[in-house]
């Protein structure tokens, strides 16, 4: 019978974090990277779903500029673990819509985050939602290629994140 002494538990715990460390990182390389205009009257959501789905892929960042007709975004109450919807139904800038794309329950997923000016000079912003509807867009996206980037389900945050 091995005896539990305190310096095999502690070698022990230093090895996991070894582990931990020596984990090998997610690399990515840039396949191809593009500019497109995104359609007046379209989702703004579905919009940059659509444009890297065209292109065969399930991996990629994105930035956008332009316009919205009316949005709606949300922040994420950490307490609930629920979304917060907001809705603007006004005319306002894409200062900054950025994010990236992967794989979600075996499909094509979009996280974006984007801040709206609006005509006094005020910004808002949040979590992309579809309900968002673009007057003018110019996207700039970048297609990944590595290993598949897949969101799970994680306990701590409520939030499908990417696997570890
Ligand atoms: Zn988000």
Same mark, same amino acid.
């Given at each position: 019978?091995?005896?539990?002494?305190? %310096?095999?538990?502690?070698?022990? !715990?230093?090895?996991?974090?070894?582990?931990?460390?020596?984990?090998?990182?997610?690399? @990515?390389?840039?396949?191809?990277?593009?500019?497109?205009?995104?359609?007046?009257?379209?989702? %703004? @959501?579905?919009?940059?779903?659509?444009?890297?789905?065209?292109?065969?892929?399930?991996?990629?960042?994105?930035?956008?500029?332009?316009?919205?007709?009316?949005?709606?975004?949300?922040? @994420?109450?950490?307490?609930?673990?629920?979304?917060?919807?907001?809705?603007?139904?006004?005319?306002?800038?894409?200062?900054?819509?950025?994010?990236?794309?992967?794989?979600?329950?075996?499909?094509?997923?979009?996280?974006?985050?984007?801040?709206?000016?609006?005509?006094?000079?005020?910004?808002?912003?949040?979590?992309?939602? !579809?309900?968002?509807?673009?007057?003018?867009?110019?996207?700039?996206?970048?297609?990944?290629?590595?290993?598949?980037?897949?969101?799970? @389900?994680?306990?701590?945050?409520?939030?499908?994140?990417?696997?570890?």
């Amino acid at each position: 019978m091995v005896k539990d002494t305190g %310096l095999s538990r502690q070698k022990h !715990e230093f090895k996991s974090r070894w582990d931990y460390f020596e984990k090998p990182m997610a690399r @990515y390389t840039i396949k191809e990277t593009f500019l497109e205009r995104l359609q007046n009257g379209e989702d %703004l @959501y579905r919009s940059i779903r659509d444009t890297f789905q065209r292109r065969g892929t399930t991996m990629g960042i994105f930035f956008a500029i332009g316009a919205v007709r009316k949005a709606i975004v949300a922040f @994420y109450d950490q307490g609930k673990k629920t979304y917060e919807n907001m809705r603007f139904d006004e005319s306002a800038e894409i200062l900054s819509c950025t994010g990236n794309i992967s794989i979600t329950e075996g499909d094509i997923s979009v996280h974006g985050h984007i801040v709206l000016g609006f005509k006094d000079g005020t910004t808002k912003g949040g979590h992309l939602l !579809e309900g968002t509807t673009i007057f003018a867009c110019e996207l700039f996206g970048i297609i990944l290629e590595g290993e598949p980037l897949e969101r799970i @389900y994680d306990e701590i945050t409520g939030l499908k994140l990417w696997s570890p």
